[in-house]
């Protein structure tokens, strides 16, 4: 089955930044409605961010302010900007569209520790 490839992840301190890439085939329509998903251990898989419609984006509360969606077209690539990183945003990070089109990649770990 189709997986999109997650990249990107890694360490970093707190109130740092990370900018996350998802490759992902498939039809545009689909593409057009990605969005980033995140796991911490022990946790349900959460939304993180989501396009919507067009350009826009529908964020989870928790990242409202710090993380923005966007994507390339023309590489078939959604990315995640992450900004003024907590710990609590620890996870490893997913994307796929809102009605899990694709099967689930292998993710990219974030770990935010000083």
């Known amino acids: 089955q189709v997986q999109p490839v997650e990249s990107g992840g890694g360490l970093v301190q707190p109130g740092g930044s990370l900018t996350l890439s998802c490759v992902a085939s498939?039809?545009?329509?689909?593409?057009?409605?990605m969005g980033w998903y995140r796991q911490a251990p022990g946790k349900q898989r959460e939304m993180v961010a989501v396009?919507?419609?067009?350009?826009?984006?529908r964020y989870a509360d928790f990242v409202k302010g710090r993380f923005t969606i966007s994507r390339d077209n023309a590489k078939n690539t959604v990315y995640l900007q992450m900004n003024s990183l907590k710990p609590e945003d620890t996870a490893v990070y997913y994307c796929n569209t809102p009605s899990y089109f694709y099967s689930w990649g292998h993710g990219t770990q974030v770990t935010v520790s000083s």
């Open positions: 498939g039809s545009i329509f689909r593409f057009n409605a």
């Open positions: 396009f919507t419609g067009g350009t826009s984006a």
